[in-house]
């Protein structure tokens, strides 16, 4: 089996002639225009035309890329057949279908599904929302874990349905950020608990190689940029691995891994040690003003839409947040219970603080808030709790998980909350593997 790595989550995984794409992003930015590719993709449009099967993870833009999606050519799309979790296929198939492309399969949860006599494909979803890809053939398996969280029970059931694993990718630096103070000392436990998370997954599924990626990006926006400096990069994931005598194989975009050769990663790593000495001379943009009057408009226009949908005992649990808007040196109070919006004055103590453009995208998009934490614009200050209760509205609301009487039986709701409830029972389940992590790694921050 071949793996090449084109950007980010992207890697083209070659079996017995079949070739599987997964989640292209080649150009441009996402999350609130927020994360760039770092470093930049490496794609021949010719490899186009070795391409079977375009995998799409999840529906987060850094994996279901429209832009670059639309971008292929017209035959492509008429030609390779699109797969999807078991996970409402139906409104990812439908985007893709407007923009051109017209063969689609869905992979059932835990099941096998032959591509030939040789060569089998398998999804593991995992939590609300992301899914993982095994491609076996009789010589071993390969296992995409993505940006999936797999506890010790999850892997336990992946080696018994999938077999032998040879090759394991897998996410290894931050993307996301709550917000929460003080700000180093959580980044810095994120970042080590990635790297604990890799090999726990490595070991639990009994890999030879695990293939870092999915982290092949750098925040962008003056007020983000904070967060490369806690970033994993792939020589601290090198030599973590090297001290615990752990397979692992570096990849930079347009290399290719092959599991039945030995792979050299000196080359890989003297390529990213040099592009990350480049990582603050590029430019990082810092988003335009929203005056008040806009942000004020669509808050009214998303109140009036989560009143339609839910209960007043529901909206009543929320109480009001006070923002603050540096860019416009402001302060701003919102209630959605009250349907208020009004500005407040400096003396009033935040509970959060954004820009204007971060409030006025929150507002704005049905997913807006949860963007804040992937485009880590966000810091919060105090009252923790009612922040948290927003947040947990707000993703409810994005899935389409409404509150009132004659929403709660349909199916759009039993789905999301049995959902959340099985990743509840997977994020706090104690027999998840650990390995140790040294203290010279909690500890550390990244000045350069």
């Keep these: 089996m071949k793996v090449t790595l084109v950007s980010h989550a992207s890697v083209v995984i070659e079996s017995h002639g079949h070739r599987i794409w997964t989640d292209p992003w080649l150009s441009g930015k996402v ?109 071993g398996a390969l296992f995409n874990i993505n940006d999936s969280r797999l506890n010790a029970t999850d892997c336990r059931r992946v080696k018994s349905d999938v077999g032998r694993i040879d090759t394991v990718l897998s996410q290894f630096s931050l993307a996301v950020y709550n917000g929460f103070q003080p700000r180093e000392s959580h980044l810095r436990r994120g970042a080590a608990a990635m790297l604990e998370q890799i090999f726990a997954n ?23 940029r904070y967060m490369n400096a806690f970033a994993n990069r792939p020589r601290e994931v090198w030599e973590y691995a090297g001290a615990r005598d752990l397979g692992v194989a570096i990849l930079y975009p347009g290399d290719t891994y092959d599991s039945s050769a030995s792979c050299e990663s000196a080359p890989a790593l003297a390529k990213y040690d040099a592009v990350y000495k480049t990582i603050d001379q590029f430019p990082y943009d810092t988003p335009a003003a ?17 009143h339609e949908k839910y209960p007043a005992l529901i909206l009543r649990m929320l109480r009001a947040v006070v ?52 485009s880590a614009q966000h810091t919060v200050t105090r009252n923790l709790v009612n922040w948290r209760i927003h947040r947990a509205l707000f993703a409810m609301n994005n899935a389409q998980a409404y509150g009132r009487l ?3 039986l349909n199916s759009e709701n039993r789905n999301f909350f049995a959902r959340r409830l099985r990743a509840v029972v997977r994020y706090t389940d104690l027999t998840r593997a650990r390995v140790r992590f040294p203290d010279s790694y909690r500890s550390k921050s990244r000045a350069d």
């Excluded at 982290?215 to 003056?222: E, I, Q, T």
């Excluded at 929203?290 to 989560?306: D, S």
Aim: hydrophobic share 40%.
């Design 406 to 408: 004659k929403y709660l």
């Design 202 to 224: 490595h070991a639990a599924l009994g890999a030879k190689v695990t293939i870092p990626f999915a982290s092949l990006m750098r925040f962008s926006l003056a007020d983000n």
């Design 31 to 139: 999350f609130n225009e927020s994360w760039s590719l770092f470093p930049s993709a490496a794609f021949d449009p010719a490899m186009l035309d070795g391409i079977d099967y375009l995998w799409i993870s999840h529906i987060h833009p850094d994996h279901f890329h429209i832009p670059s999606l639309s971008s292929l050519p017209p035959e492509f799309k008429a030609r390779v057949t699109v797969l999807f979790q078991d996970n409402h296929p139906d409104r990812v198939f439908g985007v893709l279908e407007k923009c051109g492309y017209k063969n689609f399969q869905v992979l059932p949860h835990r099941k096998r599904i032959p591509l030939d006599e040789r060569t089998s494909v398998y999804c593991y979803s995992a939590g609300t929302l992301d899914s993982c890809l095994g491609v076996i053939e009789p010589e």
């Design 290 to 306: 929203v005056p008040l009057q806009p942000i004020e408009h669509e808050f009214h226009e998303m109140v009036r839409h989560l």
């Design 323 to 374: 923002v603050k808007l540096p860019d416009l040196d402001k302060t701003v109070a919102f209630s959605i219970s009250a349907d208020s919006f009004a500005e407040v004055g400096p003396s009033q103590a935040p509970d959060i603080i954004m820009c204007s453009q971060a409030l006025h995208f929150c507002f704005f998009r049905p997913y807006g808030l949860q963007t804040l934490s992937s």
